[in-house]
T-cell receptor, first 113, second 112 residues
Framework: GESVGLHLPTLSVQEGDNSIINCAYSNSASDYFIWYKQESGKGPQFIIDIRSNMDKRQGQRVTVLLNKTVKHLSLQIAATQPGDSAVYFCAENDADSSYKLIFGSGTRLLVRP | DSGVTQTPKHLITATGQRVTLRCSPRSGDLSVYWYQQSLDQGLQFLIQYYNGEERAKGNILERFSAQQFPDLHSELNLSSLELGDSALYFC???????????FGPGTRLTVL
């Protein structure tokens, strides 16, 4: 069940390696950012979020880095597992409407066994 | 399982028809959001309701409308359907505004 377009950038990593997924956001006034994971045929699943008063936040096996200077967000996944294979989206809040998330186009992560 | 439910899971209909998609938010969540995900446009925000009132609007077509009922479930109505409306439609909910959103499994709409 495809859920996103066929022209997604794809990151292929070896199982056990670390993965870094990057995202450039558009609005310098955005102050809340989220990473979602979407597996085939499922809805997006929350991974981790970060507010603009922070530049790093860690979760279980995941770290989000925020560089406001260059409007860049990254998601680091440690010891990548086959179950991490999915499409990953970053999202930023719309500064004009703090209730609306603007999603990036997504990156497909493929984990090689 | 996010706790957000959506029905139906799949919907196949013809151009010109009208359909209603239903969403039940997580228990305790007051905000409901609707998103459209198509192959060429990714996830697009449509509309948000908070405790029964419209809170924010995205690029929602005039042919589309939504509402949130007193029991907090929400419906998205799509009318005069066109082929280009074929997409996945997701509902998400959050406790309040400006919070982590939990997504439902989606409704796949196919317009023939």
């Amino acid at each position: 069940g495809e859920s996103v377009g066929l022209h997604l950038p794809t990151l292929s990593v070896q199982e056990g390696d670390n993965s870094i997924i990057n995202c450039a956001y558009s609005n310098s006034a955005s102050d809340y950012f989220i990473w979602y994971k979407q597996e085939s045929g499922k809805g997006p699943q929350f991974i981790i979020d970060i507010r603009s008063n922070m530049d790093k936040r860690q979760g279980q096996r995941v770290t989000v880095l925020l560089n406001k200077t260059v409007k860049h967000l990254s998601l680091q996944i440690a010891a990548t597992q086959p179950g991490d294979s999915a499409v990953y989206f970053c999202a930023e809040n719309d500064a004009d409407s703090s209730y609306k998330l603007i999603f990036g186009s997504g990156t497909r992560l493929l984990v090689r066994p | 399982d996010s706790g957000v439910t959506q029905t139906p899971k799949h919907l196949i209909t013809a151009t010109g028809q009208r359909v209603t998609l239903r969403c039940s938010p997580r228990s305790g969540d007051l905000s409901v959001y609707w998103y459209q995900q198509s192959l060429d446009q990714g996830l697009q925000f449509l509309i948000q309701y908070y405790n029964g009132e419209e809170r924010a609007k995205g690029n929602i077509l005039e042919r589309f409308s939504a509402q949130q009922f007193p029991d907090l479930h929400s419906e998205l109505n799509l009318s005069s359907l066109e082929l280009g409306d074929s997409a996945l439609y997701f509902c998400a909910s959050s406790v309040r505004d400006y919070n982590e959103q939990f997504f439902g499994p989606g409704t796949r709409l196919t317009v023939l």
